[in-house]
């Protein structure tokens, strides 16, 4: 694992690089955290990752001061509703074109976003380069499926989401309408198990099958020819 620096929306963001010991490019991942911060349970899962032949960026989007960030990802109005525009969206942007044209990179992408970051996967999904989001329930968006209605959903091609059956933080108001308004366009699952897939209910048998499909999920999108 090594560690850089991105600069993203003005600021410089800790990235945690995890790289496949294989030669030559290979698809890039982002794998965002939850509010919880960077766990060493990401680094599980971005370390898994890199050992299937992906190249891994787990950032600490807390880089600055975790109340810093949440305050300018939770109060906005722009930051609430999950606008394209808001400033967390545009660093994620930030984020994926630098993990796009890093040499060890073969262009296709995929990510992984949840509960806090979940929402940001949503407009992650519109790009042209992205073959393979994932989403682990979104509690921003606090509108309609996840975005305002002036941010549509139709340029998503494809998108592979997790949600918990009871979900204080994603109600299923809001993954219903998703799924509903996605269609034959998301992969959904849903869970008989509490929010925190891949940190507080990793120990849980069905986390095991949240990362399993998550897994065949990547290597449908980018490891096929």
């Not at 991942?29 to 190249?55: K, M, P, S």
């Amino acid at each position: 694992m090594e560690k850089i620096q991105v600069s993203a929306q003005g600021r410089e963001i800790d990235v945690e690089v995890y790289a496949p010991s294989s030669d030559g490019p290979a698809p890039g991942i982002l794998l965002l955290h939850e509010l919880f911060g960077l766990l060493d349970c990401y680094r599980e899962d971005a370390q898994d990752l890199a050992d299937r032949g992906y190249l891994v960026y787990l950032p600490n989007l807390f880089t600055g001061g975790a109340r810093k960030y949440c305050v300018r990802a939770m109060v906005s109005a722009a930051a609430r509703e999950n606008r394209s525009s808001a400033g967390p969206n545009q660093e994620v942007h930030d984020l994926l074109d630098t993990l796009k044209f890093d040499k060890r990179c073969n262009g296709r992408l995929g990510m992984i976003g949840m509960c806090l970051t979940g929402g940001f996967v949503l407009h992650m999904a519109k790009r042209e380069d992205m073959d393979a989001p994932v989403i682990y329930h979104h509690s921003l968006g606090l509108k309609g499926a996840g975005v305002p209605k002036n941010d549509s959903l139709g340029e998503i091609r494809l998108l592979q989401g997790h949600w918990s059956k009871i979900d204080p933080f994603c109600p299923a108001k809001r993954r219903n309408q998703l799924i509903n308004e996605l269609g034959d366009r998301v992969e959904a699952h849903v869970y008989d198990m509490p929010h925190g897939f891949r940190s507080v209910s990793r120990r849980m048998k069905a986390s095991a099958v949240v990362w399993d499909r998550t897994l065949d999920f990547f290597e449908r999108q980018l490891m096929s020819a």
